[in-house]
T-cell receptor, first 108, second 113 residues
Framework: SQKIEQNSEALNIQEGKTATLTCNYT??????LQWYRQDPGRGPVFLLLIRENEKEKRKERLKVTFDTTLKQSLFHITASQPADSATYLC???????FGKGTRLHILP | DTGVSQNPRHKITKRGQNVTFRCDPISEHNRLYWYRQTLGQGPEFLTY????????KSRLLSDRFSAERPKGSFSTLEIQRTEQGDSAMYLC???????????FGQGTRLTVV
């Protein structure tokens, strides 16, 4: 079956360091992947979209990569801050199918 | 326009009762999505619409769930004969097909007692 997986349920990163989150997909070749942020009790908020022909996309302190050989997308937050603590979700498809998410904690 | 609006925000119902949720998307967004989310999990796809047409319904859904978008604007999600396992956050999102990203509402939290 077509799967999208975020292997880390939770990740603790020291403030100021770069946080790197992973999204893997199997049995599928998505035309694009999306990344969202979700805070407790709220709906997800769109962050970035990367297409299969794009290796990298940036937005302020955020960077997303797309490696079709490894079937993987990496999401980076540089100079992380406690306010970056949230759950980060990757998603595929026009239907926007989500992975389980990674809870990121930035430690002061 | 204030974004995607979902009503009610919270709903407590007794097992066996029917419930209906409403979603008002961002105006002129032709795509509308419904998801269910339980604690610690990502949003689980339920169904989505392109204008008034329901394009797909998750096989995970039983026949107790139905969604409509009669005029291609607001949408309703109905759950018949609710069960305790239906307790979850129900999220609605809308999108412009061209841009692909989705904008989510605050969700409706359903508790079945």
């Amino acid at each position: 079956s077509q799967k999208i997986e975020q292997n880390s349920e939770a990740l603790n990163i020291q403030e100021g360091k770069t946080a790197t989150l992973t999204c893997n997909y199997t049995n599928y070749s998505p035309a694009y992947l999306q990344w969202y942020r979700q805070d407790p009790g709220r709906g997800p908020v769109f962050l970035l979209l990367i297409r299969e022909n794009e290796k990298e996309k940036r937005k302020e302190r955020l960077k997303v990569t797309f490696d079709t050989t490894l079937k993987q997308s990496l999401f980076h937050i540089t100079a992380s801050q406690p306010a970056d603590s949230a759950t980060y979700l990757c998603a595929r498809d026009d239907k926007i199918i989500f992975g389980k998410g990674t809870r990121l904690h930035i430690l002061p | 326009d204030t974004g995607v609006s979902q009503n009610p925000r919270h709903k407590i119902t007794k097992r066996g009762q029917n419930v209906t949720f409403r979603c008002d998307p961002i105006s002129e967004h032709n795509r509308l999505y419904w998801y269910r989310q339980t604690l610690g999990q990502g949003p689980e796809f339920l169904t989505y619409f392109q204008n008034e047409a329901q394009l797909e319904k998750s096989r995970l859904l039983s026949d107790r769930f139905s969604a409509e978008r009669p005029k291609g604007s607001f949408s309703t999600l109905e759950i018949q004969r609710t069960e305790q396992g239906d307790s979850a956050m129900y999220l609605c999102a809308s999108g412009d097909r061209v841009n692909t990203e989705a904008f989510f509402g605050q969700g409706t939290r359903l508790t079945v007692v």
